[in-house]
């Protein structure tokens, strides 16, 4: 690894943009964007967290009513994954700023 930066900083010492390019990685080390670590929590940790909670809790649910552990497993995922679906559309909407419609009346 020490040898590989010292050969790159001597591929930049020999380099004819090497102030254009040491300016690129400033600039772009200096950007005022919003992070994106909230987005990236809500578009990949919620769902999974979601989805083996659900899990969980419909195993849990179901011990007591299906006793064929095959049967209840299955129905625990599809019943996850439903819930892990709304959760996902929800979070949709909410980016989009779209408001669920209302019923007529």
């Known amino acids: 690894m020490v040898a590989k930066t010292m050969a790159q900083e001597k591929s930049c010492q020999e380099c004819d943009q090497e102030n254009q390019c040491q300016e690129a990685y400033?600039?772009?080390g200096d950007t005022k964007s919003p992070s994106v670590v909230l987005k990236a929590v809500v578009a990949f940790l919620l769902p999974l967290t979601v989805f083996i909670a659900a899990l969980a809790a419909f195993e849990g649910i179901l011990?007591?009513?299906?006793?064929?552990?095959?049967?209840?497993t299955a129905l625990s995922f599809l019943l996850?994954?439903?819930?892990?679906?709304v959760c996902i559309l929800i979070i949709k909407a909410k980016r989009k700023n779209i408001t669920p419609p209302r019923g007529r009346g």
């Not at 011990?63 to 209840?72: C, D, E, Q, S």
């Not at 996850?80 to 679906?85: E, F, I, P, S």
Request: avoid cysteine; hydrophobic fraction near 55%; charged fraction near 20%.
């Open 26 to 28: 400033r600039r772009l």
């Open 63 to 72: 011990a007591g009513a299906i006793n064929t552990k095959g049967l209840r």
């Open 80 to 85: 996850a994954l439903m819930v892990t679906a």
